[in-house]
């Protein structure tokens, strides 16, 4: 199949790239590089021996993407993963993700509507849930009021997805990501954050590593076993892997509903606490930490029910956190060498 992946030289694009060339899928790459390096396209080949076809153009542009989709009219599904990402930029700046993250969206519905392109998977969050009130969370659980731009970003793209569905032959799948982590395990590809990472994993391996100084462990006076919020981290791999299943289930026509969400966690939650001693024990390295207030707008815990997207996808995360913490520590080591 030929599978167009937005944000494909980002984070979670370029694994699923690599997983959706390991399963004999063409792929072809969208991005405009403002959260990413042209080099990953080779970091991609270096893993999968095969270099994915790319254009480099902003998804905001109305013209360039209706070009794109009139030149590229075969393409059997997208997987729409471009988007500003940080919750704190958010806030400071709505106007920017409002535009990028819904903008694009638009412009990208409109070019399959146009072109009889008729499957469309779409990176959404856990962060819909906000803090749900019974855990595990279920695709089921409302949606509450979003804490962030960003937030917002995804639950009104859930609606203009679902909207869009509803009335012109497009189907529509949101994962709803908990909180991805880890890297692949050549270490060639993995995360790249700009500047100080917002989120727990980079923040920890970059101070391990020398560049950040010390890891502010946000609240120890939360209401769970050792006082530190809890998430459900998930390994990169496995969220890529779920999208080869997703795209390869509408493509072949195996949608109970036009419009489907799933859960990607693993469907245990651990502590910042655990995460570190998980760092610890397989690295053998020290973490220079800190307990510090409590981070404003985070919420005490969130884990998946995962059962909806283990029998209906048939995925299911096989990565423990071990493993993930490991491999964002091999990831970091050999980002010290490029
Ligand atoms: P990322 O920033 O590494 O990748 C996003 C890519 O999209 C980047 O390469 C960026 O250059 C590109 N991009 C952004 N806006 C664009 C535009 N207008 N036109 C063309 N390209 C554009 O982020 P990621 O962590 O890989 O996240 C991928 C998706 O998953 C995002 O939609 C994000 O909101 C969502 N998500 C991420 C997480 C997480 O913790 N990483 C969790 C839940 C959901
Ligand atoms: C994890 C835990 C922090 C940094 C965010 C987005 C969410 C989703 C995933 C995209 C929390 C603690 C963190 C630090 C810390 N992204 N922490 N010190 O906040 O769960 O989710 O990324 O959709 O929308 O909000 O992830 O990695 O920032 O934090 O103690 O320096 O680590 O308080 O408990 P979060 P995170």
New binding site residues.
């Given amino acids: 199949m030929k599978i167009l992946v937005?944000?494909?030289?980002?984070?979670?694009?370029?694994h699923t790239t690599v997983e959706l060339q390991n399963s004999g899928h063409e792929v072809i790459i969208?991005?405009?590089?403002?959260?990413?390096n042209i080099n990953v396209l080779d970091s991609i080949e270096k893993i999968s021996g095969i270099k994915p076809e790319f254009e480099q153009?902003?998804?905001?542009d109305t013209e360039k993407t209706t070009d794109f989709f009139k030149r590229n009219n075969d393409i059997q599904g997208i997987i729409?993963?471009?988007?500003?990402?940080a919750v704190g930029e958010s806030v400071d700046n709505p106007l920017m993700y409002y535009r990028?993250?819904l903008?694009?969206l638009v412009n990208i519905l409109q070019g399959m509507k146009d072109n009889n392109i008729e499957n469309f998977v779409f990176?959404?969050?856990?962060?819909v849930y906000g803090q749900p009130e019974e855990l595990p969370v279920t695709e089921n659980a409302p949606i509450q009021k979003a804490a962030s731009p960003?937030g917002n970003t995804?639950q009104i793209s859930e609606e203009i997805i679902f909207d869009t569905v509803k009335v012109s032959g497009i189907k529509g799948m949101a994962l709803?990501?908990?909180?991805?982590i880890g890297a692949h395990k050549s270490a060639i590809i993995g995360?790249?954050p700009l500047g100080i990472p917002n989120?727990l994993m980079p923040f920890i391996t970059q101070t391990v590593i020398g560049i950040r100084e010390q890891l502010r462990v946000f609240g120890d006076d939360y209401s769970t076993p050792d006082g530190t919020a809890i998430r459900d981290y998930i390994h990169v791999v496995d969220i890529a892997k779920a999208h080869v299943i997703a795209v390869e289930r509408m493509v072949n026509k195996k949608m109970k509903k036009d419009f489907e969400m799933f859960n990607l966690g693993t469907g245990n939650g651990y502590s910042v606490l655990e995460v570190i001693k998980s760092f610890e024990k397989v690295t053998g390295e020290k973490l220079n930490y800190k307990i510090v207030d409590r981070r404003a707008g985070d919420i005490t815990q969130v884990w998946a029910d995962t059962k909806f997207a283990n029998d209906e996808l048939g995925w299911k995360a096989e990565k423990d956190i071990d493993e993930m913490t490991l491999s964002a520590w091999n990831w970091e080591l050999a980002l010290k060498e490029i």
């Fill in positions: 937005t944000g494909g030289t980002g984070y979670i694009g370029s969208v991005d405009n590089l403002s959260n990413s153009f902003d998804l905001i729409h993963f471009a988007a500003f990402k990028n993250n903008f694009s990176s959404s969050s856990c962060t960003y995804k709803r990501y908990f909180n991805p995360e790249l989120n």
